[in-house]
């Protein structure tokens, strides 16, 4: 490795190859894919492109093999994906130096969401593995017939930003585009600080903090330094919009759009970047496949579960005092919602975590209106009364990502209006946080907020969703109206206020059990 980085390429190589035979005997299969990784990387630089990909592929075979000795432990697989995901980006980046452009987004995409596909395929019966006699084009071809119209795949590596546009019957267009002035991480967080979203973009692992005492942030009107903040006369979502959008604006075509993102692009608001388009996103091609594949008996067509303001007033800290106060606009919201969907709320004392978990499992749409942990987005719920302790534990009050993971859902649409429950640690699987963990419980589509909002303009905006939701509309063009209806309104045109939501997954919609009602009644009348 010192001959390597002193440009000695010629002396490194020697170097290289007794590790890997070292690693061979050994029988390390770790050792072995980082040794063809590291010869892949010295005859790429020494532009001997054939045999950097022969090593580059045994490289990923090594470490595929590993993987699957992790069997079902989804954080060992997400942490080992991660931290081996150069080798994938090393095949698609030689690949592309090639120009075998389909075989570079084959190989970027076998990269993505790996654990999440591997959850996704248990929920949904999917046992077969990729068979090597099946092509490239074959895969794509397959894949493509459960996208819409066109889907945007991105991959990045360092400041270089690549784009496979896919279209059904158009095949697939390629272009790149230069981060300049910056990277792709300080051009999110300058932009979410400009539309003061009050929140920086977190790309490398960490371990899980302590339940502190400010463990879940409010979702009460924001301070005086953010409503007194006007916007500037340019758009400060220009940046992101010419680095993401403006590459293949003469590609895209129609009004809807799936992003396929990578690194911090995984927390851009990118439904916001189009006034016309629905933008949402996916965290793989795979994924959405399996998710739009699925029977469609598989998820459930009726109930909704909305939960709101749970009561906390038992969770305090170590002076006796309430960690969070509770959430009256929480409770407007969800009464809001089930009067228009005739449900009736789950509110206060009676959103106990077990009670909700309960219901969730046999919810067609879930709602939940509450506090959420500025990390990973996982909720505060009413404590559970059959604890053993006086004082709440966490696992008492705290719906975890692994809580939801091992419900088991039959949900069209999830909908999480709470602080940061779009928030979580960015990797090869997409965003690590409680969307993905609702994903993997088997949820369609999820509706998350990047960061926190005032009070009043979530109710306004769940007030428009619901109405259009309501009337058969798709979650993608509800979500689209919704914040049209923000934008255009006098007190929440500014961008904090309708850019956060991102709507995860498949495009859905629902039939309520009060437009059944009045269905049956006029075949009752014919």
Not at 71 to 82: G, M, T
Not at 233 to 248: A, G, H, K, T
Not at 336 to 364: C, D, F
Not at 384 to 408: C, H
Request: hydrophobic fraction near 40%; aromatic fraction near 8%; glycine fraction near 6%.
């Amino acid at each position: 490795m010192a001959y390597d980085r002193m440009g000695e390429l010629e002396n490194a190589l020697p170097f290289y190859k007794q590790h890997l035979t070292i690693c061979n005997e050994t029988e390390d299969p770790v050792g072995q894919g980082t040794g063809c990784y590291w010869l892949g990387c010295v005859h790429e630089n020494l532009d001997l492109l054939c045999k950097a990909l022969n090593f580059y592929r045994l490289s990923i075979k090594r470490f595929d093999e590993t993987r699957r000795l992790l069997q079902s432990e989804d954080a060992w697989k997400i942490s080992f994906r991660d931290t081996n995901q150069f080798a994938y980006t090393a095949l698609w980046r030689a690949l592309l130096k090639k120009l075998e452009v389909d075989e570079a987004l084959f190989a970027a995409e076998q990269g993505r969401a790996q654990a999440l596909t591997d959850i996704l395929k248990v929920q949904f019966g999917v046992d077969e593995e990729p068979s090597s006699a099946v092509t490239t084009m074959e895969t794509i071809s397959a894949l493509m017939k459960y996208l819409p119209l066109q889907t945007v795949f991105i991959a990045l590596e360092g400041n270089t930003i690549s784009f496979w546009l896919l279209r059904r019957g158009s095949g697939i267009n390629f272009r790149q585009k230069e981060i300049k002035n910056g990277s792709a991480a300080s051009l999110i967080e300058t932009t979410l600080k400009q539309i003061c979203a009050g929140t920086v973009v977190q790309c490398e692992n960490r371990t899980l903090d302590k339940l502190c005492r400010h463990l879940v942030g409010g979702r009460e009107v924001l301070s005086e330094t953010f409503q007194s903040l006007l916007l500037s006369d340019n758009n400060p979502l220009q940046p992101l919009f010419d680095v993401l959008i403006s590459p293949i604006a003469d590609l895209l075509e129609g009004d809807d759009v799936i992003f396929v993102p990578d690194g911090p692009f995984c927390l851009a608001p990118l439904s916001a970047l189009s006034d016309s388009a629905r933008i949402r996103t996916v965290p793989s091609l795979t994924a959405l496949k399996l998710i739009a594949s699925a029977p469609d008996n598989f998820y459930s067509n009726s109930e909704a579960l909305l939960v709101g303001d749970p009561w906390l007033q038992e969770v305090t800290d170590e002076n006796g005092e309430p960690i969070a106060e509770q959430l009256p606009c929480a409770i407007k919201e969800v009464e809001m919602i089930g009067e228009l969907l005739q449900t009736a709320p789950l509110t206060g004392v009676n959103a106990t975590k077990s009670e909700v978990l309960k219901r969730m499992k046999s919810a067609a749409l879930v709602h939940i209106a509450a506090h959420g942990d500025p990390k990973f987005g996982e909720i505060a719920l009413t404590p559970n009364p059959e604890r053993t302790s006086q004082v709440p534990e966490k696992e008492d009050f705290m719906l975890s990502m692994s809580d939801i993971r091992a419900v088991g859902l039959r949900a069209r649409l999830v909908v999480l209006s709470s602080c940061h429950s779009g928030q979580g640690e960015v990797n090869s699987e997409d965003v690590v946080g409680i969307a993905r963990a609702f994903l993997c419980a088997g949820a369609r589509s999820v509706l998350v907020s990047l960061w926190a909002i005032d009070d009043e303009a979530t109710l306004l905006f769940m007030k428009s969703f619901y109405r259009h939701f309501a009337d058969r509309k798709s979650a993608s063009l509800a979500l689209h109206h919704a914040m049209k209806s923000l934008r255009e309104s006098e007190k929440y045109s500014a961008i904090k206020y309708w850019a956060p939501f991102v709507l995860i997954g498949d495009d859905v919609t629902l039939e309520f059990r009060h437009q059944k009602l009045r269905k049956n009644e006029t075949e009752s009348k014919i």
